[in-house]
């Protein structure tokens, strides 16, 4: 018999999705990017939806409950930012357990609460039920965006420049700061470190502003790891690409742990995830005007780690060499040994 | 410290929306009916999100994986169907245990896609991930309606007629026949309750008929039976309402069960739940008209099973008495003895 951990995640999706190709004119994007793209009237309406299950993503003793709701909605603002929308409204549906404290609850929906009102995101609604087992929360988020500015992973070009909008591998080292208590390292970097990992910033003021430029040609979020989500915009491209180890953009923070740790941080960057970074693809004739209104509109940088190749596939430059890239980062159903 | 199961679900929801009754522009409708309502250019869009849970809702050895797909969807599509829209689109997030045969995924997903297909909606994508614990399944359905011709739960009128669509109490009769396998009733007669448990059936014509003929002033569907829907229509309208005993419709099969096991099959109307009816208000004046054309354009009747009055609160008129009813259907997280 097989089970689901002899599987991958990404089978599973995928398998609904080969199955389920036909979808109506008001989808302008169905299965197979950030969000799913709806048209609703001159707009266009963005879905997206993420779990997060006790045990799997969190320990109800490790994290606090207004965290935990921070992170689920980091990672779905990221996958809005993403397609270059921004977030209009949300629902929830919970399972707890009957003997969940009142104040997890309270915690978590007023932490809630509290990101969507600056940002005056509307909760339309939800679902609670308890649950036999772990605490299970699923986050619904909408955005609007206008329907020609959308970026999408498909439409990369053949020699685009690729861009992330951060440092990578910050939240992998907060994992490995977690995983190492007896490491010392000083407290500012503690500190950065581990809210990399626990509370995550999504690019809401960056995806828009790439979208609305005109300058890019397309976007994918870094929840994967650089390999993993590079790859996913391969794919949907029909392209490949070369990661530039010399160029991969890290936080002093992360590069001084990965040498007390002797590691290399560039492991964190290709398969850590969680970084939230945008991952975008330029014309390099573009590549100044864009750098130029980032600096100019948000006082940022922007980062190139790799460019678009018409070979299929993923390679990693370093030292002169090139040579295939084979992880496809953090995969749930996959047992840890395969 | 208090629990969750020493609050109600009820609680939770309304707490939640408490907090948050600010809402923008394009929300017609947010926490309080059975969809949430946005508008999309010229049209609204509807949004409903269910989730259920292995040992709540269901026992993974006790129900086969296409009927939980199956009636996952029913309960998203009564609740479309309850503001007069018709659904277009949806999105999935399940939890699954690593060790989940493959079968069941396999039966689960085929089955939600076959139900989809002749219906024209979109499966937009979703989210899975490992559970330590039970099955999750989150369905998140999408509908369109003309935003004039709404029905809301909360514009009744003193003196409307409350009809439902179909007898009440078989999905409660199907489960008082779970729990009592001694019992003996002929083939049919447990195969019509059990369908009516299991494989529950929405109103996806009815819905959008009652909402463009114009003749009706408010709906909702009987999920938690009648007295716990018709209070919530009453309480969003400002208004009460009578029940009327002699005039709840049952189906024969029911009446029989009921008769064997000695139970009166009111009860399993008034608070047994799942029976997915709409309950709906229609002026006294209109209720003709609207028997006539629901005759005509779908071969069907409608029953009339209360009115709504000016005095707030829910009455039961039973042998010319009219007395207060308490009764507020199953709630998840109460513990049952409470």
Redesign the interface.
Known sequence: ???????G?LD??K??AE??T???P??LK???DD??V?R????A?L???????????FLRDDLDPASLARKLLAISLSDIAAMGGRS??G?????????????F?ESF??AL?EE?KPR?I?????????????L?F?L?L?GRADPERILYRSTAREGDLVFVSRPLGDAAAGLALQAHPEIKINQAAYKYLRAALEEPQAEEELGPLLAESGLVTSMIDVSDGLAADLRHLTEASSLGAEILADRLPFSEEAKDLAAVLDRDPAEWALSGGEDYALLFTVPPSNAGNLRHLIRDRLDREIWQVARMLAEPGLFYLSKGQSRPLTSRGYE??R?KGS
Chains 1, 2 share one sequence.
């Open positions: 018999m097989t089970k689901l951990k002899d599987i995640e599973l999706i398998g609904l199955r389920f036909s979808s109506g008001d989808v169905g299965i197979g969000c799913a709806l609703a009237g001159n707009e309406l879905l997206t939806t993420d779990i997060l299950v006790e045990g799997v993503h209009k409204a629902l929830l549906a919970v399972a707890l357990p009957p003997d969940t404290d009142t104040k609850w929906a007023g609460i969507f005056e509307d909760l339309l609604g939800g679902d609670t039920s308890s649950s036999t087992g772990p299970v699923n619904i909408l749930h159903f047992s």
